[in-house]
Each structure stands twice: as C-alpha cells, then as structure tokens.
C-alpha cells in the first residue's frame, strides 16, 4: 500500500483517508462496537464520522478511535499516522521536541503522543524464552536531581555511593537467536529479578550471564554458565552476554543522541520502544508501523501517565 513516510503521506493526505486506513487495520472494515463487542448491525452516522451499535440494548456512539491510542486526542489522525510512522522506524527514536517541530504541535503534546506509542510498542507476550538465553543487567536513568534536592545527607551519601543505587537497574532478557525483553527495576535487588527470569525463560533451558552476585543463586532449574568479566574472560567457548551488550549499545545511544536524558519515573516505557524495534529490526518501516498499529486498542490517558506514584 505504502512503502515509506512519502508515500504514506501522499496516500491519506485527509481525515477521512486515516479513519478508513483505521477502521479497516482494526476492525478488517467492519466496525466492532468497542463498548459491547456486537458487530452484526452497525449504522454509519455523521457521514461516516461515527457509527452507532445496533444491539438494542446498547446503542451507542462511537468512532474507530474509541479505546485505542488516539481516544480522545484534538491531534489529527494524519499528524497521529505520520508520528507513528517516525517513531516505529526511527532507529535511535525522536524526542518529543523534535516531533512537536516536525508535526506543528506542542512538545507537551508530542511527548504525550510518543508515551502513546509506546503502549503500541509494550511487549505482552507470555510465551517463554528457550534455548540459548542470555541474561545481563545495566544502569541507567538517574533516580535524583543532580542537586539531590529534598534528600537526607544519609540519602545523598547512599545515591552518590555507586551508580547501581543512584539510578534503575535494567535486565536483559534475550534468545541468543531470537527477542530480547527488557525491564526496569528500581535497584538490583535479586527476588524481582529473579521472579522476571522465571516469568520469562522455560526451566531447564541454558542461562549465560556474567559472574554478578545477582545470577549466583537461585538459578537451579536452568543450566546456569557464567563469563568472569573481572578476570577479562568476555566469552568462554559459546558462552558470552553480548546479544544483549550489544542491545545496551543500541539503547544508550538513544539516549546520548536522541533523548539525552530519560525520566526513571518512565524508563520501562523507553526499553519497550527500543526493544520493540531491535526485536523488529529484519523488518521494513511500512511493516513495522503495519504491526505496531494492531496493538492500537490500548489506551494510556495523561492522567494515567502524570501520576504520581
Ligand atoms: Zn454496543
């Protein structure tokens, strides 16, 4: 249909052109009323704006943007379709200011469409990771102003002590042929850690990490072998971590080059994106953004991303 952003733009250059790309990626061209799930009669309404659900019992309104990303956005569908094009092929990300420049909307705005994105880009998958599994941890995102404002002098002590307690700690969970999921931890504490890789990865598969206190225990059920990185030893027969090291690569330039800084408040959301895209890199852009779309009907409100927690 299309085959890059050009050809995209020049495709559904209007409203109508966007919903109808919608209404057909999401509901295969027959509308599904989001509130009821009934489908065998639907009525067109404000020249084909919206529809109305003819269950008897329901009978509500709704247009193809009712309970995905784009619910309730003022944004036009043509600037939503263009940002999310960019966001899904974009191999290092945007920020939110330069998308605000490219789309004429406010970087207030752009960030909160970039943050929906994301929960198009959120891996859901329950299936379990076997094989050859790689495992490895990194840093990133600092959890405190650099002034460490309105902590103890036991707290500035504690934060400025090492990286590992002044910023979140990120595990890497990776097929050494195939997807890589990452999550975010406040600090390394062992048990989540842990719970992830039990969550994540079939018992009795092969577990390669490096010789961290964290992986010393409590990997019984997996064939568990280790590299020593203190010793200078980073691969050992075909057991090394750099799958993953090579996904850290990828993501700290992100966020050197791209984004500069990432909020720890939001820094699960940054790994979604960016192993959405290392986990999608074989494919072409107009297939990545194809896909990303049908996970569409998630829904992320400004409230749900601004609070406090
Ligand atoms: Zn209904």
């Not at 009525?43 to 309970?67: D, H, L, Q």
Request: hydrophobic share 30%; with cysteine.
């Amino acid at each position: 249909m299309f085959k890059n952003l050009h050809e995209l733009l020049l495709k559904m250059p209007t409203e109508k052109d966007c919903r109808d790309y919608l209404i057909q990626q999401r509901w295969n061209g027959k509308p599904v009323c989001p509130y009821c799930g009934f489908d065998s009669k639907t009525y067109v309404i404000e020249g084909g704006k919206r529809f109305k659900c003819g269950s008897k019992e329901c009978g509500k309104k709704y247009s193809v943007t009712v309970g995905t990303i784009f619910e309730s956005s003022q944004i036009p569908l043509t600037k939503w379709l263009n940002a999310c094009y960019v966001v899904t092929a974009h191999k290092k990300g945007i920020s939110s200011h330069q998308l605000g420049r490219d789309l004429g909307v406010t970087q207030r705005s752009a960030w909160f469409m970039i943050h929906r994105i994301r929960e198009m880009m959120k891996n859901v998958s329950d299936v379990l990771l076997q094989g050859a599994i790689e495992v490895d941890e990194t840093y990133m995102a600092r959890k405190y102003k650099s002034d460490y404002v309105g902590l103890s002098p036991e707290e500035v002590d504690y934060a400025q002590k090492s990286p590992y307690k002044s910023k979140g700690a990120v595990v890497g969970i990776k097929e050494r042929s195939g997807d890589i999921r990452v999550f975010a931890f406040d600090d390394r504490k062992q048990a989540p850690i842990k719970q992830a890789i039990y969550n994540n990865v079939m018992e009795g598969s092969r577990i390669m990490t490096d010789e961290a206190f964290l992986y010393r225990t409590g990997l019984e059920k997996y064939q568990h072998s280790a590299v020593f990185h203190s010793k200078h030893e980073w691969v050992r027969n075909d057991v090394h971590t750099n799958g993953v090291e090579n996904f850290w690569g990828v993501m700290k330039r992100a966020i050197n080059g791209t984004w500069h800084q990432i909020s720890y408040k939001h820094l699960q959301a940054y790994c979604n994106e960016c192993s959405y895209r290392y986990n999608t890199r074989e494919m072409k852009d107009c297939d990545r953004f194809t896909l990303s779309l049908n996970n569409m009907e998630r829904r992320l409100t400004w409230v749900g991303l601004t609070k406090k927690d």
